[in-house]
Each structure stands twice: as C-alpha cells, then as structure tokens.
Nanobody, 121 residues
Framework: QLVESGGGLVQAGGSLRLSCAAT????????VGWFRQAPGKEREFVAA???????YYADSVKGRLTIPRDNAKNTVYLSMNSLKPEDTAVYYC?????????????????WGPGTQVTVSS
C-alpha cells in the first residue's frame, strides 16, 4: 500500500515536499514514479526514480523538482521548488516492479490515493 502526504496550499514561487510511504513491501526493490492530474486534464508523468537511483523528469519540471528516496524509511519524496500555478494538481505516487524501469503510466501497478497541491498566484 502506498500513501502520499505533504500536499497543501502554497504561493507561487514557494516549495513543498511530498512523501510517498510504502507499507507491506520493501520499497527499495521497486521503481517509483510521481504523476499528477489537474482538473479537466489527463494524468501525466512528473518524475520517477529507478531501483538503482536513476532519476527521470518531465520537461515541465526539470530544474524545479527532485525525487530523492530513503530506502531506510521506505519512503520516496518529491521536492518541489519554484512552484507555479500550473503545478496545481492531485499528485500520485506509484510503484513498479521489474528489472528495467518504464515511464509508461500503465506499467505502474500500485498507486496511492493522491494528495492535493494547490499553487496560488
């Protein structure tokens, strides 16, 4: 089971750190991704980290977001800086098994319920 936390309301230019905690599994053996869905839009890829620590980012967030993981705490984070109103969305974390990571949403088999991030202008 995955549970996100850390969402909230922040002003443009501000920062937030989202957490994705896993229970009942050893998170270090999974690839983990963050996705988001804004009102009226499709869910989209934001960032991912493979089991070996390689990171991937959507072009829209490069340089502003990072995805560190703490395997000892069974947690993956999404650190967000210089937030923009267009970052407003529900953010979901997801886990994927397998040797090589895929960034396709359909290849992530376990999902959290999501956490709301609202960036005011």
């Amino acid at each position: 089971q995955l549970v996100e936390s850390g969402g909230g309301l922040v002003q443009a230019g501000g920062s937030l750190r989202l957490s994705c905690a896993a229970t009942g599994r050893t998170f270090s053996s999974y690839h983990v991704g963050w996705f988001r869905q804004a009102p009226g839009k499709e869910r989209e890829f934001v960032a991912a980290i493979s089991r070996d620590g390689t990171t991937y980012y959507a072009d829209s967030v490069k340089g502003r977001l990072t995805i560190p993981r703490d395997n000892a705490k069974n947690t993956v984070y999404l650190s967000m800086n210089s937030l923009k109103p267009e970052d407003t969305a529900v953010y979901y974390c997801a886990a994927q098994r397998g040797s090589g990571i895929s960034l396709r949403m359909a290849d992530f088999g376990s999902w959290g319920p999501g956490t709301q991030v609202t960036v005011s202008s």
